[in-house]
Structures are given as C-alpha cells and as structure tokens.
C-alpha cells in the first residue's frame, strides 16, 4: 500500500509516519523499492507505569501477572487496579519489543534522525523531532539521497549488530532479511550468527532484562549503544 502510494503520487519526498511492530518494516521495505527520498519518524514509546511500587511495561508484566491472576496469586480486584496503571498514555510498547527494536533499527541504518528513536510518545522533544525530519527531508531532496545510497549491505550488518547488542525481538530477523531483500541484498540467518560471535550483549532492558524504555532513554539511547559498538 505503502509502494503503490509513493509510486502514484507526483511527490519529491516523504516522511514516514510508524510506530508499532510491522508499520515501521513495511514502511521501509515500500521505501527501498519506491526508492525516493524518504526519512522515517516514529510516535515513542509509552510512558512506563506504576503499580505498587513496582515499574511496570507492556507484554511481560501483563503474562506475568495473567498468570498470577488465574493461580489466584493476585485477585480480580489486584488486576483491575493493575489495569488502571499498567499504561497510562499513547505510544508503542515500553520494552524492547519489536516496535522498539524496529525503530531502534531504522535510525542505524540511518532512515531515521539519530537519537529520535527512543524519545517517549508525550516528550516535547518529539515534537522537535518531527521538526528537524521535515527540515532534513528537503535537504534529502535537494541531495538526491534516496534508500539505495542508504540501505547498504554495510548498514544492514550495523543493524544486525545493534540488534544483538540491543537484545532485541526475534522478529527482527524475519524483517531485516524482507528488507535487504527489496534492496536485493542477500541475508541469509547465517549472517547474524557469524556476526553474534563478536557483538556484545549491552542493553538491560525487559523482556530480555530489567528496564524499560524511557530509562533507555535517559541513559542516551541508541547513539549510547552505537558508540559502544563503534569499533565493531
């Protein structure tokens, strides 16, 4: 739908508007095979919530306690409190699901403005997120710099490694390969475990880890990751 739009449209560029799960590969899948000048902005994720004084996310604290509920660990009254709390605001999952591991992924490979990826959905920073995308894609334009100067085997190998360092979603395998294919770039799974051997696992973040996304934030995000990998 995405291709199909750029295609039929007299348009010089285009934001990229994503923010959950699939939205952000489709989008630059479309983008690759359109090949125009495109940038990707994504909504944030949402604010993390609090529950008895517990930091509590989306997707595992809610099996978790799913699970507390049926075994009659926590009563349906404890759940609907929970409910109230669990998360309050707009925006994408607050783990390193596969909206954030997606999003995380499009700003190293450079379809989106470095640090933007992480800033939570109700940030003022967003906002002049969106600013400067709208700024650096008429400059995009005047720069013919399209997806294909872009979306190098070399950047594919950088999100990979981002990936693993990120401990991100399993789901981003199947993505980058349905990526790299529109470019015609070969993936093969392979790839990532030659590339695992040497990538460190950096980010204590749930559902692999501790935390959640406005702490990844805080702690300067993906640049924060990427510098650690520099040499890599």
């Known amino acids: 739908d995405v291709e199909e739009t750029l295609r039929a449209n007299p348009i010089d560029g285009v934001v990229l508007l994503c923010n959950c799960d699939k939205t952000t590969p489709a989008q630059l899948m ?3 095979s ?4 495109a940038i990707q902005l994504n909504g944030g994720p949402r604010s993390s919530g609090q529950w008895r ?8 604290d809610l099996w978790r306690y799913s699970d507390e509920l049926r075994t009659g660990k926590i009563s ?3 759940w609907r409190e929970l409910e109230a709390s669990y998360g309050c605001g707009v925006g994408a999952c607050n783990t390193m699901g596969t909206a954030s591991t997606m999003t995380s992924l499009s700003e190293t490979l450079g379809m989106m403005l470095p640090g933007t990826a992480s800033i939570p959905a109700t940030d003022a920073r967003r906002m002049q997120a969106a600013t400067a995308t709208g700024r650096r ?3 995009m334009v005047h720069e013919d710099l399209r997806p294909s100067r872009i979306l190098t085997p070399q950047a594919f190998d950088n999100a990979i490694r981002a990936l693993l360092a990120l401990g991100g979603s399993t ?3 199947v993505h980058l390969i349905a990526m790299a294919g529109r470019r015609n770039i070969r993936l093969p799974l392979s790839r990532f475990d030659e590339l695992s051997q040497t990538t460190p696992f950096l980010v204590n973040l749930a559902p692999s880890g501790k935390h959640l996304m406005d702490a990844f934030h805080a702690a300067g995000g993906l640049p924060a990751v990427l510098a650690d ?4």
């Open 53 to 60: 004084g517990e930091t509590v996310g989306s997707g595992t």
């Open 171 to 173: 789901n981003a395998v």
């Open 34 to 37: 359109a090949d125009l000048p």
């Open 137 to 139: 894609i008429v400059q």
């Open 30 to 32: 479309a983008a690759a």
């Open 76 to 78: 349906l009254s404890d």
């Open 229 to 232: 990998l520099r040499e890599l």
